[in-house]
């Protein structure tokens, strides 16, 4: 119970700590942006949200199976490269690289979601939004990788 708890946690806690760390390179009002590109508020607000759904998601998964190893692997992977994008894009300015780790994650997002589903159809439905947040933070990536 202990791992699932702290599992479940751990996106919103991440995040925040990937937010402090980067927030002192974000230039997104300096950068050239594609159309639709919504104003910089709108990110924590919405990263927030997907976090706390991951971890409500992930508790819901592992409430009948805590030991699915898969599940554990899948998830914690996928956040180790959501947690990396922003500093490869806003920290390190790799736009290009940026948008090809961001790729990756949606891979990663759209196996997790199987795997969510195989536990619980509810846990992997709570994932949709964030894999729509993140085919949309792509085209702002690609968008913004070519206008600047």
């Known amino acids: 119970m202990i791992k699932r708890?702290?599992?479940s946690l751990l996106p919103v806690v991440g995040g925040a700590i990937i937010g402090l760390i980067t927030s002192g390179y974000m230039d997104?009002?300096?950068?050239v942006k594609p159309p639709l590109s919504p104003p910089g508020i709108v990110f924590p607000i919405v990263w927030t949200v997907l976090y706390i759904l991951?971890?409500?998601s992930y508790f819901i998964a592992t409430k009948e199976n805590e030991d699915n190893k898969e599940l554990d692997q899948i998830y914690l992977l996928q956040l180790f490269?959501?947690?990396?994008w922003p500093i490869i894009f806003f920290v390190l300015g790799m736009y290009f690289t940026a948008f090809l780790w961001i790729v990756l994650l949606i891979?990663?997002?759209v196996a997790m979601i199987k795997e969510l589903f195989k536990n619980n159809k509810i846990s992997?439905?709570?994932q949709i939004p964030y894999l729509i947040w993140l085919l949309f933070?792509?085209?702002?990536n690609l968008g913004i990788t070519l206008l600047n």
């Open 137 to 140: 933070a792509t085209y702002l």
């Open 28 to 31: 997104y009002r300096d950068m």
């Open 54 to 56: 991951m971890g409500i």
């Open 107 to 109: 891979i990663l997002v």
């Open 124 to 126: 992997g439905y709570l």
């Open 81 to 84: 490269v959501n947690f990396l």
């Open 5 to 7: 708890i702290i599992y």
